[in-house]
């Protein structure tokens, strides 16, 4: 059965069966916190809507593999494989 929230709902979430839920796209007590994209494809951390990737994974969600080193320059990353320059 749907049920009000007696006491309200505050920014960024809505009532839902009794109690108040986060709207999508946040997260967090009080919903204050961004969720992040893909939820970092396991390969990260999110704060507040930004993934900050560990080593090996770059890229807004964290989904492209990284090269060693970057390929120390003499070369082009690529599906975390180094293709070297001619």
Not at 28 to 55: E, I
């Amino acid at each position: 059965s749907l049920r009000g929230c007696s006491e309200g709902c505050g920014e960024n979430q809505h009532c839902y069966d009794g109690a108040c839920a986060c709207d999508p796209g946040f997260t967090g007590v009080g919903c204050k916190l961004r969720t992040c994209p893909n939820d970092c494809m396991g390969h990260g951390y999110c704060f507040n809507g930004s993934c900050y990737c560990r080593a090996g994974f770059a890229g807004h969600d964290c989904s492209e593999r990284t090269c060693a080193n970057n390929c120390t320059g003499h070369g082009a990353c690529i599906n975390s494989t180094c293709v070297c320059n001619p």
